[in-house]
């Protein structure tokens, strides 16, 4: 999940971890309007809200491009540099 500034806080997200097509659907049945539901879901998913009209597939589009580009800069595991031996001198 990311926080409100745009921030991922866990890595590993994907677009099943932030069902924005099913929570735009509780906020609707609660009585949310349409556009007030999805600026909403867009808020929760850490997108910008202040004068923006979002929808529902355009969160769930940047959301999938969120974590492709995460994908894309992951390096590959053999790729990974060692970790390194910490050792404690006492003086």
């Not at 932030?18 to 735009?24: G, L, Q």
């Not at 009585?31 to 808020?43: C, D, M």
């Not at 202040?50 to 053999?78: M, Q, S, Y």
């Amino acid at each position: 999940m990311a926080d409100p500034q745009g921030r991922n806080l866990d890595g590993g997200a994907t677009l099943a971890d932030f069902p924005a097509r099913s929570i735009y659907r509780a906020l609707l049945v609660r009585g949310l309007e349409p556009s007030e539901a999805a600026n909403l879901t867009a808020y929760l998913a850490g997108l910008p809200s202040a004068n923006l009209h979002w929808t529902i597939p355009e969160v769930e589009a940047i959301l999938r491009r969120r974590v492709e580009a995460g994908r894309r800069n992951e390096p590959d595991a053999d790729d990974r540099p060692e970790p390194q031996q910490l050792s404690w001198l006492s003086s």
